[in-house]
């Protein structure tokens, strides 16, 4: 039998090189807004209640989603050509389980290796998670957005709490993919 051995830091990311994130625009007006989603519970619905806060607000153009075909795993290759091809800012998420969590901001750094100023979502219970896999490739001040009780760390809300909380993170958001004014 043979033995697989998974490397969380092999990717597109050289830690020995020095982690530089994406530069930000100015503001969201004209972006396309990626969303990286891995399923987790409800937040589908909170992270499309979210482009539409940012839509309406910041005048974010257009959206390209991709819903992952599990919470741990990357997108598909096709999956992720077609979202670097077309989102300018992005978020990832929902990190509410370890796996899940890593796996998130994985997704966030690689796309700010590959020019795309991202942010994960985060539940604050997984934080610890997040910021080591963030050592792990050099960036451990990497900005995230996090999601506090007494929302579920596992994403099981109602549509209006799903729905509240991307009124919630919506400045956070803006704020991580945008310059600092």
């Known amino acids: 039998m043979a033995l697989a051995i998974l490397d969380p830091t092999n990717g597109s990311i050289d830690a020995a090189s020095g982690f530089v994130t994406a530069p930000r625009p100015v503001a969201l007006d004209g972006q396309t807004f990626g969303i990286m989603a891995n399923g ?11 482009y539409a806060r940012l839509a309406e607000a910041d005048g974010v153009s257009d959206v ?7 919470v741990a795993v990357p997108p598909y290759p096709e999956e992720w050509d077609r979202f670097i091809a077309s989102a300018t800012v992005a978020v990832t998420g929902l990190g509410g389980c370890g796996s ?23 539940h604050t219970a997984l934080v610890p998670a997040v910021r080591a896999m963030a050592r792990l490739v050099g960036c451990p001040d990497y900005p995230i957005v996090t ?4 929302h579920n760390p596992t994403g099981v809300w109602t549509k209006e709490e799903a ?16 310059q600092p004014s």
Do not use: N
């Open 40 to 50: 987790l519970g409800d937040s589908e619905i909170m992270f499309d209640a979210l």
């Open 147 to 150: 999601i506090d009780y007494p």
């Open 163 to 178: 729905l509240a909380l991307a009124t919630e993170i919506a400045p956070a958001v803006r704020a991580r993919l945008t």
């Open 100 to 122: 899940c969590s890593t796996r998130s901001m994985r997704d966030a750094l690689d796309l700010e290796a590959a020019g795309i100023p991202a942010v994960c979502i985060v």
């Open 64 to 70: 390209v989603k991709v819903v992952k075909a599990s």
